[in-house]
T-cell receptor
Framework: AQTVTQSQPEMSVQEAETVTLSCTYDTSESDYYLFWYKQPPSRQMILVIRQEAYKQQNATENRFSVNFQKAAKSFSLKISDSQLGDAAMYFC????????????FGGGTRVLVKP | NAGVTQTPKFQVLKTGQSMTLQCAQDMNHNSMYWYRQDPGMGLRLIYYSASEGTTDKGEVPNGYNVSRLNKREFSLRLESAAPSQTSVYFCASIARLAGGNEQYFGPGTRLTVT
């Protein structure tokens, strides 16, 4: 079974600065998807960014980008120019292509943004 | 287009009581999922339905049953609630099994079992 680990329970960043969230995962598969979800206090799960394992190019969505290191099984999220609205829990998730689209989540990292 | 809806939003049960959490999606998605989120943790899969008429166990199915009533609706039933089932429950759906389609999540149901 796959596991996803987020080693940072909480990260703090100054507004307009950059913060990087870590995520590692364990799998024996070669083709899969990785996701970062944002969960604000409203509890709504919001997709931030996705990465397909066979694509070497790192995904980017506006101020959010990832550093995908397939051999190291690492998938970090960088938030640039942090804004107050970025404050939330962030979850890394893994999806196998072969397992019914089930998501396996990490434990989450709380991001605090200081004005 | 409401996306994924869940009812109720909040519920308090006594130990041993039963209840059904309702989930519906209006996006014509084939696959639906039930997750639970405990404090300070990520979501864990309880059950899922890859298509209408099929259901499968996820990571933490004990104490739950599900019904895929039709393509739109996927309900989660607690037959005899226990305090360990206090959690936030999320329903999700996805268009098809293949591909990197996004899972759309409902707003969650906060359940407390006393």
């Amino acid at each position: 079974a796959q596991t996803v680990t987020q080693s940072q329970p909480e990260m703090s960043v100054q507004e307009a600065e950059t913060v990087t969230l870590s995520c590692t995962y364990d799998t024996s598969e070669s083709d899969y998807y990785l996701f970062w979800y944002k969960q604000p206090p409203s509890r709504q799960m919001i997709l931030v960014i996705r990465q397909e394992a066979y694509k070497q190019q790192n995904a980017t969505e506006n101020r959010f980008s990832v550093n995908f290191q397939k051999a190291a099984k690492s998938f970090s999220l960088k938030i640039s120019d942090s804004q107050l609205g970025d404050a939330a829990m962030y979850f890394c998730a893994y999806r196998s292509k072969a397992a019914g689209n089930k998501l396996t989540f990490g434990g989450g990292t709380r991001v605090l943004v200081k004005p | 287009n409401a996306g994924v809806t869940q009812t109720p939003k909040f519920q308090v049960l006594k130990t041993g009581q039963s209840m059904t959490l309702q989930c519906a999606q209006d996006m014509n998605h084939n696959s639906m999922y039930w997750y639970r989120q405990d404090p300070g943790m990520g979501l864990r899969l309880i059950y899922y339905s890859a298509s209408e008429g099929t259901t499968d166990k996820g990571e933490v199915p004990n104490g739950y049953n599900v019904s895929r009533l039709n393509k739109r609706e996927f309900s989660l039933r607690l037959e005899s609630a226990a305090p360990s089932q206090t959690s936030v429950y999320f329903c999700a759906s996805i268009a098809r099994l293949a591909g990197g389609n996004e899972q759309y999540f409902g707003p969650g149901t906060r359940l407390t079992v006393t």
